[in-house]
Structure formats: structure tokens, C-alpha cells
């Protein structure tokens, strides 16, 4: 038996315990950036043809409703606004009324499309990539000029009232300058959302290190892992969480009812005994 028990999630709860479903509009490893500390290890040099469909994002909302389920969704990839048509799919997800959110390294936002945003009555936020005030430390990560286009989209989101949430990654190499981001964010009426550092991808690559502490210097909190409370889709197939749609061995089904079946839940528990990334979500993400 697995030490780790089953996720609470099922079939015969999701319409109370679906809470959240991962979409990725491309691949994971789609992006305009090679940021350091990317877990897909993505980057403009990997082509993969994928991009969610139409039909799909329909059979998906369908798959919801079947369970009876009201998931918030939460539009990601590599880099999802590199899909041509991702504001179309946000105002059929805004339209079909289920709260969602758009998770972005904030490079390709511009004023229309903050305007176009900005009208979708359901949008929870938009997560924009920041991983330091200092623009040397920040473009270290994600490249050259990121720090100066990042703010752009910043305050272009916040002028057309959207709400934003900046991603900010705990690790020793900006660990020094997280209160500073605190300060700015709150200048600019944005949140702050801290991302674990897992050891995949690019991060494995360069070694990097996560952060000694936690950025309010309280220590780690509760674990509140994705798998309990979500599923995540990609590529047409569905899985634990966004961390593990590449790792081998870690797809649950083709659809949400196999994602969902006792099997699947089964499975996830395996995982999270073998999988360094299940460990860092396990002992508390940041």
C-alpha cells in the first residue's frame, strides 16, 4: 500500500471537489523564451505542431458538465497567447460562465489585448512572470530586456482595470529581492503568487537552488497540492497536475472520467511515492 492515500478527488465527488482544470493551449515546451528555471524546458527552438482545438475545449466543457463540475480553468502552456486563437477560447470559456485565468510570461500582452480582456465579466486574473525588480536579476532568468517588456504589460493589463498576479519563483538567486517585489506589486495593485522551483527541465539543467526561506519568513505552509483539487490537459490526454505532463508514466486517460476513476487516483498515490516533483509539492509549496 502507498503511503501517501489516494487524492480526495473522485468521479462520484467532482461536482464539489473539481475545483480547478489545467489547459494547455499549446505544449508545454512551446514558448518565445528560454527562461532558466522552466520545468518544460522550453524554449523558441522546440516546435511542436499541437494546439488545442475548438472542438476540443467544447469536448471538454462538455466532460465538465457531465460530472457536474464548475472548474475554474486555468489557460497555460509554454506560452499560451502564442495559440492565435486564445481570446476566442477565453470568451467561449467567459461565456459558458466558469471562472478562469490566463497564466503568461506577459511578453506578448498589448493594449488590445488588455481591452479585450478586460471585458470578460468571469476572468479571476491574469499571471504575468516576474522574478525580480532588478532588471539584471530578472533578464538573467528570462532574457534580455524581459524586465522592461514585463512591466509594460503590467501596467497595461492594470490601466484597463484586468487583475494581475505577479509569478514569482523562490530560488538563490533572487531570494534577496522578494520583499521588493511585495512593495511593487502592492504599488501597482497586483498580487503576488510564489512558485515552487522544481527540479525539471531547465532548473535541473543549470542547478539551480530553491530559496532557504519562505518569502514572508514564516516557513512553509500547508500543502495545498494541485492533484487534490484538479486535473490538467494536454495535448488530448489528461493528467495529475500541469508539473507532470511531460514526465513518462504519469498520464491518467484520455478522458476526464478515466482521469477521475479509482485506477487514476490509485495511480497518483504511486506517484507521489516516486516522484521528486510530488516530494516538493508534498512538503509545501511556497
Known amino acids: 500500500m502507498p503511503k501517501n492515500p489516494p487524492p480526495r478527488l473522485s468521479r462520484e465527488n467532482a461536482a464539489e471537489e473539481l475545483r480547478e482544470l489545467w489547459v494547455f493551449a499549446v505544449t508545454p515546451e512551446t514558448c518565445n523564451l528560454a527562461c532558466t528555471h522552466c520545468l518544460y524546458a522550453a524554449s523558441p527552438m522546440k516546435s511542436n505542431p499541437y494546439r488545442l482545438s475548438a472542438d476540443e475545449l467544447t469536448g471538454l466543457m462538455e466532460q465538465v458538465n457531465s460530472v457536474g463540475a464548475n472548474p475554474h480553468f486555468l489557460f497555460t502552456s509554454g506560452e499560451p497567447t502564442l495559440h492565435p486563437h486564445l481570446l476566442d477560447f477565453l470568451e467561449v470559456v467567459d461565456g459558458a460562465g466558469y471562472s478562469f485565468q490566463l497564466m503568461t510570461n506577459g511578453t506578448r500582452i498589448r493594449e488590445e ?7 470578460m465579466s468571469h476572468l479571476a486574473k491574469v499571471q504575468i512572470s516576474l522574478e525580480s525588480t532588478d532588471p539584471k536579476i530578472n533578464d538573467s532568468i528570462y532574457g534580455e ?12 493589463l492594470r490601466e484597463q482595470g484586468v487583475p494581475v498576479a505577479l509569478a514569482v519563483t523562490p530560488m538563490k538567486d533572487n531570494e534577496d529581492g522578494l520583499p521588493d517585489i511585495e512593495v511593487l506589486a502592492s504599488a501597482k495593485g497586483a498580487d503576488v503568487k ?27 505552509p500547508t500543502p495545498d497540492l494541485m492533484c487534490e483539487k484538479g486535473v490538467a490537459y494536454s495535448e488530448g490526454a489528461f493528467y495529475p497536475c500541469p508539473i507532470l505532463v511531460q514526465e513518462p508514466g504519469t498520464k491518467l486517460g484520455n478522458t476526464l472520467e478515466e482521469a477521475l476513476s479509482p485506477e487514476s487516483r490509485q495511480r497518483i498515490a504511486r506517484l507521489r511515492e516516486v516522484r521528486s516533483a510530488c516530494q516538493v509539492c508534498l512538503k509545501g509549496s511556497t
Do not use: C, M
Not at 113 to 119: F, G, P, V
Not at 145 to 156: E, M, N, P, Q
Not at 213 to 219: A, D, E, K, L, V
Open 194 to 220: 510564489y512558485i515552487s522551483l522544481y527540479d525539471l527541465g531547465a532548473a535541473k539543467d543549470n542547478r539551480l537552488k530553491p530559496a532557504k526561506q519562505s518569502p514572508n519568513g514564516r516557513g512553509k
Open 145 to 156: 530586456g524581459l524586465h522592461r517588456r514585463v512591466l509594460k504589460a503590467l501596467d497595461t
Open 113 to 119: 489585448t488588455a481591452e479585450r480582456l478586460s471585458t
